[in-house]
C-alpha cells in the first residue's frame, strides 16, 4: 500500500514511507511481562536515525536491520508479478472439486 502511494504522489512533494524496524529495545515487552532479555533488538535511536536517513535515500520502504536492499527489492518485484498475475477468473485452486 505504501510503494502505491508513493507512486501516487509522485512530483507532489509529498513522501511516503513504510518503516519496518523488527523487534525494538523499548519497555514496550517489560510492561507485558515478557522477558526479551536474550532477544536481539534494535535500539529506537538507531531505527530513528534508519528511517530518517531512508527519507533522505528516497526509500519508500526502509527495514533497519535488513543489510541487502535487494532482498526488499525482490519482494516488491514479487508483490508486482503477483498482482499482475490476476484474472477476473476464479483460479483453480478455489473452485470446488
Known sequence: ????????????GVQVQVLCPGIVATEFHTRQGMDMS????????????????????????????VEDAGLLDAVFRADLAAFGGQSPELASRYRAG
Open 1 to 12: 500500500m505504501s510503494q502505491t502511494l508513493s507512486a501516487e504522489l509522485a512530483g507532489t
Open 38 to 65: 536474550t532477544v536481539p533488538r534494535m535500539s529506537a535511536e538507531d531505527v530513528v536515525t534508519a528511517g530518517l536517513r531512508g527519507l533522505e535515500l528516497g526509500e519508500v520502504v526502509c527495514a533497519p536491520g
